[in-house]
């Protein structure tokens, strides 16, 4: 009976993070000084950031990340079902224009460029599952 116990509390320790809502920043342009004060908590699917650049080649060819190359900097809530990965993907729009988005599945990881929150959230539920899951044994 206590092994069943241990498991389910397992099942919900994996499966809590998919059924809240998750909270991120939304703001419609960067820089904005007030975009991480605004933030929506409906993102039930998770977050989301999209850069838009345009000019400023850099000289192999690709497309420069510099600031002043940015046009468009939007970041929300994604409440469809548009994605179920994390990650980043890129598209071209009239060969001068590059649009970045990337997707994210905890509170406020649209925040910065860097995915360091990604792996320490990963990190602390594997090692919270493999505790529970060892403890679950011993008993």
Same mark, same amino acid.
């Given at each position: ?23 991120? #920043?939304?703001? +419609? ?7 991480? %004060?605004?933030?929506?908590?409906? $993102? =039930?699917? &998770? !977050? ?17 990340? #510099?600031?002043? +190359? ?7 809530? %994604?409440?469809?079902?548009?994605? $179920? =990965?994390? &990650? !980043? ?20 990881? +649209? ?14 539920? =594997? ?13």
């Amino acid at each position: 009976m206590l092994k069943i116990l241990c498991f389910s509390l397992l099942y919900i320790l994996v499966s809590l993070p998919a059924a809240q809502s998750i909270a991120c #920043y939304q703001c +419609n342009n960067d820089p904005d000084p007030y975009c991480h %004060q605004r933030t929506c908590y409906h $993102g =039930l699917y &998770g !977050c989301f950031k999209t850069v838009t650049y345009t000019g400023g080649l850099d000289p192999s060819g690709a497309q420069s990340e #510099y600031s002043q +190359n940015k046009v468009i900097n939007l970041k929300g809530c %994604q409440f469809l079902p548009f994605t $179920g =990965l994390e &990650g !980043c993907h890129e598209s071209t729009l009239f060969g001068d224009i590059r649009q970045v988005t990337c997707f994210c599945h905890h509170d406020f990881c +649209n925040a910065a460029n860097s995915h360091r929150a990604t792996l320490y959230s990963i990190l602390t539920i =594997l090692l919270l599952s493999i505790s529970l899951s060892i403890y679950c044994t011993i008993l």
